[in-house]
């Protein structure tokens, strides 16, 4: 689990190397997590079966508050709904 930025982590992406929409998926998040001072991770799913077993069609996939929010793509506009709300009770980050 590689974590991109200090503090809380409220949102994680899941991916792969060498995916695309990953790549794409990490620009949107990137920019929001910037503008609203919020912690992220990105963890490869092909480090875990459990993972690979669940997520391998549907990355990128982004959590938030270890919620599943988007698969495929990340919609700005969901991402930052979710963020609005306040994060779940003893949450600091997402655990693979």
């Not at 069609?57 to 709904?81: H, M, Y």
């Amino acid at each position: 689990m590689e974590t991109r930025t200090p503090g809380v982590n409220r949102i994680t992406l899941l991916g792969r190397p060498g995916c695309h929409l990953c790549d794409d998926a990490r620009a949107v998040i990137e920019r929001v997590a910037a503008e609203l001072g919020v912690g992220w991770d990105e963890r490869d799913i092909t480090a875990s079966p459990q993972d690979m077993r669940e997520y391998w069609d549907k990355i990128p996939v982004t959590l938030v508050d270890g919620v599943q929010i988007d698969f495929w793509r990340v919609s700005e506009t969901r991402l930052r709904a979710a963020l609005g709300r306040p994060p779940r009770p003893g949450r600091t980050r997402e655990t693979p």
